[in-house]
């Protein structure tokens, strides 16, 4: 009987280390978010170098990434943030303003968002836009600012 009793006791204790374990492996840097972010990084590194090929290959292995997190959660500001900026970065222009204007709705001041979108005003010759997100901007004290009051300035 006290076998079959610590038997049912060390059973119980595997099952919950190892349901334990499962959960802090989901949420430890592997989520789909986390690797669409991290491509992303890398894409950016390599278009920093002049790598404009190999970046857009990046950036279309996070929209994989980035668009299953978003079905997993949706309306996360910085996931439509990275959506916008991979699809920004492979020419859809169109799309990437949708997911931005979406993160936007979620959260107005997200300074990523707001610098994003303002180039991507830029880019579609929409300056006076690109100017009212620097405005959104002007008090945060941030590179995001510093880097879209630059481009506006070149155009």
């Known amino acids: 009987m006290k076998k079959n009793l610590l038997l049912i006791v060390i059973i119980y204790f595997v099952l919950i280390i190892s349901s334990y374990g499962a959960m802090s492996s989901s949420s430890s840097g592997s989520s789909n978010y986390d690797k669409g972010a991290s491509i ?69 001041e997200h300074h990523g968002i707001n610098e994003y979108l303002g180039e991507l005003y830029i880019i579609t010759n929409r300056i006076n836009l690109a100017k009212e997100r620097l405005e959104v901007l002007k008090n945060c004290n941030c590179e995001e600012y510093e880097e879209l009051k630059e481009l506006i300035e070149k155009n």
């Open 40 to 108: 992303i990084k890398k894409g950016k590194k390599l278009e920093e170098k002049g790598k404009i090929e190999k970046a857009n290959k990046r950036y279309e292995k996070a929209l994989k990434y980035l668009i299953k997190s978003n079905k997993e959660e949706p309306n996360q500001a910085d996931t439509l943030n990275y959506l916008g900026f991979a699809l920004r970065k492979l020419g859809n222009f169109e799309e990437a303003e949708k997911y931005y204007l979406l993160g936007l709705n979620i959260k107005p």
